[in-house]
């Protein structure tokens, strides 16, 4: 695999990879294989079909696995040997596949911008405190154990701090049930 790096803005870099068909076709043969392991076909047994069968009748499939699986490896791995590291996952762009030829693609790379601290002597700063009072905790704490709380269900009748789980369903003035006016799970404390 050979790479080159091509600076496209302050913090953008475009990495242009290409790769042999040499390597290419020994994926291609990987995920072929991978294929047939897996391929049923009337008149061969699971895993038994001819490679060459597998290769022609699936060759959109086995392209489309070797792009998917390939081409990050193959991304991360030109951008790694460049020495970048990147802030969000790279864009491929301008791929060109075609079995026998080599695979070529760019891999446009958001970097963190390079900046240079010029006059930060002499700055003034203030540090701020907030002080935290016993109350403050305790609120802090009690919010704490509610949010984590672990209900269980109890045969006894609902009393007063119980929180109870109602289910509710609208009714007309006849009995009969109101489409779509069914609630479940409500909390009612």
Partial sequence: MTHTVEATGNWQHTVHVSIPAEEVEVRLDRAARALQRRVVMPGFRKGKVPLERVRADFAAHIEQELLEDFIPEAAGRAIQEAGLSPVVPPSVQHLHFTPGQPLTFDAVVDVAPQVEVRNWKGLPLVRRTRPIDGATVDAVIANLLEVSAVFADLDRPAQDGDVVLLDSQRLDANGRR????????????
């Fill in 178 to 189: 109101l489409a779509n006016t069914r609630s479940k799970g409500n909390r009612v404390q």
